[in-house]
């Protein structure tokens, strides 16, 4: 099983990113996906959850209306789109899928909102 995330960067307050998770070696349409999100000094945090369909996606409080969790099960990828950043939102983000065997994890990718 190999998650690649990309899409992070340096993007001021209310400004959007996209993040993208490319999976691989595991029948990606089976899967229910996540993302999940660590801030420095903090525990890492449920960010959003989405259904194998793609027909079910739940959210972190804080996220509900300003992140959108999709995938697109053709590419084998998962997206989270994150509108209105806030300073608060800077953490790295992993996306992640829980098998019959384990828990497997992106290395992440660094997203910092900062004027």
């Known amino acids: 099983v190999q998650l690649v995330e990309s899409g992070g960067g340096l993007v001021q307050p209310g400004g959007s990113l996209r993040l993208s998770c490319a999976a691989s070696?595991?029948?990606?349409?089976?899967?229910?996906m996540k993302w999940y999100r660590q801030a420095p000094g903090k525990e890492r945090e449920l960010v959003a959850t989405i259904s194998s369909t793609g027909g079910i996606t739940n959210y972190a409080d804080s996220m509900k209306g300003r992140f959108t969790i999709s995938r697109d099960n053709a590419k084998n990828t998962v997206y989270l789109q994150m509108n209105s950043l806030k300073p608060e939102d800077t953490a790295v983000y992993y996306c992640?899928?829980?098998?019959?065997?384990?828990?497997?994890w992106g290395q992440g990718t660094q997203v910092t909102v900062s004027s």
């Open positions: 070696g595991f029948t990606f349409s089976r899967y229910d």
């Open positions: 992640n899928v829980r098998t019959i065997f384990r828990d497997y």
